[in-house]
């Protein structure tokens, strides 16, 4: 069965600065999906990016940007000029494209504190 | 714009007890599933459907059950509530069951004493 790691429980960022979340994936498939969600205080689960494993090129999304390494199975969130707003748990997540596999898997969370 | 609307938002049970959760979407996506969320643990699957009449199983089903007569709805049943069913419970819909990304519903927070 797919895994998904994030191997940083927490990490801290100063305003306007970058930080950069980790997330590796364990997969046998060659075309799924992989997600960053976010979730702030108020419980809601907000896409944040997403990634289809058939395209090369990283996604984009104003501040936020992935770095997708398929062969290494990696796949980490860049949040540059990072604001208040971005202190969140932010989980990582992967989806397979086949049908009858259509389960999305999450890791365990990654809390961000933005310090002012 | 409604989306995916879970009720209720927060639920005190005793153990033994018995609770539906209410989940509905206005999207009309073929796929529903519901996660339930434990510190340190992620999300992960109680049970899923991928069209009306049609449900199945994910990760941790015990004590849970659900049935999607229609589209739009996908209750979650919680046959006789123990504590370790103490969670946030999420609801989450997309258009197909293999592509895209999940949208979510506001979540509930469930206690059993």
């Known amino acids: 069965a797919q895994t998904v790691t994030q191997s940083q429980p927490e990490m801290s960022v100063q305003e306007a600065e970058t930080v950069t979340l980790s997330c590796t994936y364990d997969?046998?498939?060659?075309?799924?999906?992989l997600f960053w969600y976010k979730q702030p205080p108020s419980r809601q689960m907000i896409l944040v990016i997403r990634?289809?494993?058939?395209?090369?090129q990283n996604a984009t999304e104003n501040r936020f940007s992935v770095n997708f390494q398929k062969a290494a199975k990696s796949f980490s969130l860049k949040i540059s000029d990072s604001q208040l707003g971005d202190a969140a748990m932010y989980f990582c997540?992967?989806?397979?494209?086949?049908?009858?596999?259509?389960?999305?898997?999450f890791g365990a969370g990654t809390r961000l504190t933005v310090k002012p | 714009n409604a989306g995916v609307t879970q009720t209720p938002k927060f639920q005190v049970l005793k153990t033994g007890q018995s609770m539906t959760l209410q989940c509905a979407q206005d999207?009309?996506?073929?796929?529903m599933s519901w996660y339930r969320q434990d510190p340190g643990m992620g999300l992960r699957l109680i049970h899923y459907?991928?069209?009306?009449?049609?449900?199945d199983q994910g990760e941790v089903p015990n004590g849970y059950n659900v049935s999607r007569s229609t589209t739009e709805d996908f209750p979650l049943r919680l046959l006789s509530a123990a504590p370790s069913q103490t969670s946030v419970y999420f609801c989450?819909?997309?258009?197909?069951?293999?592509?895209?990304?999940?949208?979510f519903g506001e979540g509930s927070r469930l206690t059993v004493l």
């Open positions: 997540a992967y989806r397979s494209s086949y049908l009858g596999d259509n389960d999305m898997r």
């Open positions: 999207m009309n996506h073929e796929y």
């Open positions: 989450a819909s997309s258009y197909s069951p293999s592509t895209g990304e999940l949208f």
């Open positions: 990634q289809e494993a058939y395209k090369q």
């Open positions: 997969t046998s498939e060659s075309d799924y999906y």
């Open positions: 459907s991928v069209g009306a009449g049609i449900t």
